[in-house]
């Protein structure tokens, strides 16, 4: 996959210490990764890096909202998401990604692109069932639900269970087993 220059990091002419990046991702960072699950996309993402003398620690913080569609109504809705990552590059005789927090770049490499990390660790993110705030609050109001109610069974009045202490008097024999003990 074709890298995003934006997500490209150049870090070998950065001091040892701490470095801020700041990044806005939109609909076409998913587009990208042909991730089609989102109707609208806007987060902000703070992106620290901590440069020491034989590794990188970099710290993904993000905040924001991804317009998806409700798993129940399949009505579109705004889902709040955040979340933090953290992951260290660290440099070796060759490219390994094999580990989910360590990045192994080979030695003279100057600089790093995150993108696969941060795509992942937003999708990650998400719950994984997603439920519109107006179907758990009850102020939804959809076709949908509204033909679901439509065709849901309807309580019949045998269905009901009587209202007074009255049981079956074969029962009562059962339950003098429990209490004779």
């Known amino acids: 996959m074709k890298e995003l220059k934006e997500f490209t990091i150049p870090f070998v002419g950065l001091k040892l210490g701490e470095h801020h990046f700041d990044f806005t991702i939109g609909p076409s960072f998913?587009?990208?990764?042909e991730y089609d699950e989102f109707n609208d996309?806007?987060?902000?993402?703070?992106?620290?890096l901590?440069?020491?003398?034989?590794?990188?620690?970099f710290t993904l913080s993000f905040n924001g909202y991804v317009n998806v569609h409700c798993d129940s109504t399949n009505e579109p809705y705004d889902q709040e998401i955040l979340g933090d990552y953290h992951f260290v590059v660290k440099f070796g005789n060759e490219y390994n990604d094999e580990?989910?927090?360590l990045l192994i770049l080979p030695h003279g490499s100057y600089e790093v692109n995150i993108q696969q990390y941060v795509y992942?660790?937003?999708v990650l993110a998400l719950p994984a069932k997603r439920i519109h705030p107006g179907v758990e609050d009850g102020?939804?109001?959809?076709?949908i639900l509204v033909k679901l109610e439509e065709l849901s069974p309807k309580e019949t009045k045998e269905e009901?269970?009587?209202?007074?202490d009255d049981t079956d008097p074969r029962w009562d024999s059962l339950k003098k087993l429990l209490t004779d003990k």
């Open 50 to 57: 901590i440069k020491k003398t034989t590794l990188l620690e």
């Open 99 to 101: 580990n989910e927090d």
């Open 139 to 143: 102020t939804l109001q959809s076709d």
């Open 30 to 33: 998913f587009e990208h990764f």
């Open 120 to 122: 992942e660790s937003i």
């Open 160 to 164: 009901k269970a009587p209202e007074g």
């Open 41 to 48: 996309v806007a987060i902000k993402l703070d992106v620290v």
